[in-house]
């Protein structure tokens, strides 16, 4: 089995745009199995294929800390056809990162997210048109509210890209909800990236947001845009691939459970 899953699975890029160019051109192998199990093992629940334990690109268990999650990743092993198309296993991809990289790096993870709360995508408003800063207002002032309500966290919010400073006590007060658990923490680093948001992440993991909300606030910009000049078929077709990771990320979450403000920074 270790020759046949070797380079099935490449280890994963966090630069998005890099992760939709490799996605472009999987290296798809034949099925080799038949059965896939979840079984108890090593304090959590690994995913086995003809009873042999899968492993990740830098050769762990593939495992879940929940059974739930596990059941996810092996869901994604069943329901491979004749080859194995890691394109349809976004799940099984965010765990080879969250073993194989956040678990053994969680504090630069975290601070790799905290970075964008510095210059979050809700802080830079456009000046027009009417019908784009009304969409923006919309979706992104109630975000920036929470994080105010919620988090202790006062953001300055500007109009066009010149960058503005944001008050350090108010970055550090985000940050402090960033999870701590490698899972979590994988699952919004990977929505921070995707949508450019550590707050549209941190809404998200702590049960503010909806996956489908969060992905609709991160692309207002882009809708309004394809509503005025139409769509481009090989960026809808990046914008699937990314919707995938969004889903994946989500879906951890939801099966991990949502961890509410006050206390994400103690998970």
Excluded: C
Excluded at 48 to 56: A, C, E, I, K, W
Excluded at 210 to 232: F, L, M, R
């Amino acid at each position: 089995m270790r020759d046949l899953l070797e380079g099935l699975f490449e280890a994963e890029p966090t630069d998005p745009m890099e992760a939709a160019r490799r996605s472009a051109r999987p290296a798809l192998r034949r099925r080799f199995y038949k059965a896939v199990a979840v079984v108890p093992e090593n304090d959590g629940f690994a995913i086995q294929l003809d009873g042999r334990s899968v492993r990740t690109p830098a050769r762990r268990l593939l495992q879940a800390p929940q059974h739930a999650l596990a059941e996810a990743i092996a869901a994604e092993w069943e329901q491979q056809g004749d080859v194995i198309d890691p394109l349809t296993m976004p799940i099984t991809r965010l765990a080879n990162s969250v073993i194989d990289g956040v678990a053994d790096a969680a504090g630069p993870v975290a601070d790799e997210v905290a970075k964008y709360l510095g210059s979050d995508l809700l802080f830079y408003r456009a000046d027009g048109p009417e019908g784009l800063v009304a969409r923006q207002t919309a979706l992104w002032d109630p975000v920036v509210a929470w994080a105010r309500d919620a988090l202790g966290a006062r953001f300055v919010l500007a109009e066009g890209v010149v960058f503005v400073p944001q008050d350090p006590a108010a970055v550090a007060a985000a940050r402090a909800a960033v999870p701590s658990d490698p899972w979590r923490l994988g699952a919004v680093h990977m929505v921070t990236t995707l949508t450019g948001s550590a707050l549209l992440a941190l809404a998200l993991a702590t049960g503010q947001l909806t996956a489908d909300a969060a992905w609709e606030a991160a692309h207002v910009d882009e809708d309004w845009n394809i509503a005025q000049w139409g769509a481009d078929e090989m960026a809808m077709q990046r914008r699937a691939a990314r919707r995938a990771e969004m889903e994946a990320a989500a879906r951890v979450l939801s099966l991990l459970g949502t961890v509410p403000a006050e206390s994400a920074a103690r998970d």
